[in-house]
């Protein structure tokens, strides 16, 4: 029998046309009813169209619906897939612009940062809401969210319900594609890695390539050159993974191989102009995340109407067609998953959200233990998990106190008195003062 499938935010064309495929692709899925619920309603019928199209050129037996009522589109779901930011692009511009008056100087600005914790406080209400009525509604629910701030919002679902979630990010997938490309391998089945973290700020603490010890190996294969040198040499213009590199040739680990990433959790990268342009990192502008989108509806209007191209009827590298498998079929996998910390990473805080590897089935997500992280490693993440998790607790309780506390402990205002840093936390609340009910009253 097929599973009835809710994707919330199901208007996006960033994620559901790559969804909705992996979906259909998958025969123990081919039956199952994907609802898709949007409060953009253009946006959803959008998808809607070309879901159809997609259905009938993959021959699909799917059902696929567009459901703006939020109750009737969650009522007796057995999984829910979340993929949206409250206030858009327009309340992240204000996440941007202000701290770069306090001379923070955001690359994403959807994890950590003023960025991240204004991000956090708007969609926690939002995310409790959809909480509250899968407990409701679909009782039997399995959750699992794409959105950022990934920890923060995982954390936020893991306490107000007692259904089994799990935050997903595709960042570990590019460290392998690197160690692909790096090793000159034929396919990921001849990478093995340990690694734990955060979102977006994994360590890799061993790893080995078909087999063999892969420090030693990178080592070898390096020379003693660094990553931007041998970018160079391959004709990449201008040369990336300066921080990746720094921070490898500082700990011996890899972590996270996206500089504009992981440059967000450390003061001196990206509250300096000059850093930021003499280690290459590159920021995304709002401007730019507009054009994305923007091309990304083209696209798909371009497909509904005309040809889809082959790579869009393929599975892509995301998991969640697998996991709804596992739960469906008993067919079990380990995956990189966002889960709170049962001590799968023994130094980290218990009930923060860490990422590690997973073990997937039809019993849940059972985190697999990494044993403790290596410092410095250890005491850079825990200063991030201190802050997210008092944002956190503030945006539960609507303290308003506490969540300008929470901001302070954010290494990214280190350089700020605690007035500045006040001040401009102020400015981030009263600018999203509409996406913040819990502190109604209090701005």
């Not at 050159?225 to 490898?248: M, Q």
């Not at 697998?322 to 001590?343: K, L, W």
């Amino acid at each position: 029998m097929g599973k009835r499938i809710v994707i919330v935010g199901g208007g996006s064309s960033g994620w559901s046309p790559k969804l909705l495929t992996d979906l259909m692709l998958t025969p123990s899925l081919s039956d199952s009813t994907y609802v898709l619920h949007d409060r953009n309603a253009a946006n959803a019928e959008r998808i809607l169209h070309f879901g159809h199209k997609l259905a009938k050129e993959l021959g699909s037996p799917a059902t696929i619906e567009s459901e703006g009522d939020p109750d009737k589109a969650m009522a007796d779901a057995d999984f829910v897939l979340i993929t949206i930011s409250t206030g858009g692009l327009d309340a992240m511009a204000h996440d941007l612009a202000i701290p770069e008056e306090y001379e923070i100087y955001h690359t994403v600005g959807d994890t950590v940062g003023p960025g991240g914790w204004a991000r956090t406080l708007r969609n926690v209400p939002v995310f409790t809401e959809l909480a509250e009525r899968v407990n409701r509604l679909a009782p039997n629910a399995v959750i699992l969210n794409y959105s950022n701030p990934m920890a923060q919002l995982t954390k936020t679902l893991a306490l107000a319900t007692d259904r089994p979630v799990v935050g997903l990010c595709h960042g570990l997938f590019e460290d392998l594609e690197f160690f692909k490309g790096f090793f000159d391998l034929d396919s990921e089945a001849e990478i093995a890695a340990t690694y734990g973290g955060i979102n977006h700020f994994f360590w890799i603490t061993s790893f080995s390539i078909r087999g063999q010890d892969g420090y030693p190996l990178l080592r070898e294969k390096l020379k003693g050159r660094s990553f931007p040198d041998l970018l160079a040499e391959s004709g990449e213009h201008p040369p990336a993974l300066f921080v990746a590199d720094e921070l490898y040739r500082f700990t011996g680990m890899l972590t996270y191989m996206a500089d504009r990433h992981t440059s967000e959790f450390f003061p001196h990268l990206i509250t300096s102009e000059k850093n930021i342009v003499d280690y290459h990192i590159v920021r995304t502008s709002i401007e730019q995340r507009r054009a994305n989108m923007q091309r990304a509806s083209a696209a798909v209007e371009e497909m509904t109407t005309g040809e889809i191209p082959a790579r869009y009827k393929e599975r892509s590298r995301e998991t969640a067609a697998d996991i709804i498998n596992a739960f469906v079929t008993g067919a079990s996998f380990i995956d990189v998953g966002n889960v709170p910390n049962r001590g799968q990473i023994v130094n980290l805080p218990l009930g923060s959200v860490v990422e590690t590897p997973i073990l997937v089935s039809s019993t849940g997500f059972q985190p697999i233990t990494v044993g403790p992280l290596p410092e410095p490693a250890r005491s850079w993440v825990e200063r991030h998990i201190s802050a997210q998790d008092l944002t956190v607790e503030a945006a539960l309780t609507g303290d308003l106190d506490l969540a300008i506390k929470a901001l302070t402990l954010d290494p990214l205002v280190s350089h700020l008195t605690l007035a500045q840093t006040t001040e401009m936390g102020m400015r981030l609340l009263r600018a999203n003062a509409q996406y913040l009910p819990q502190f109604q009253g209090k701005l």
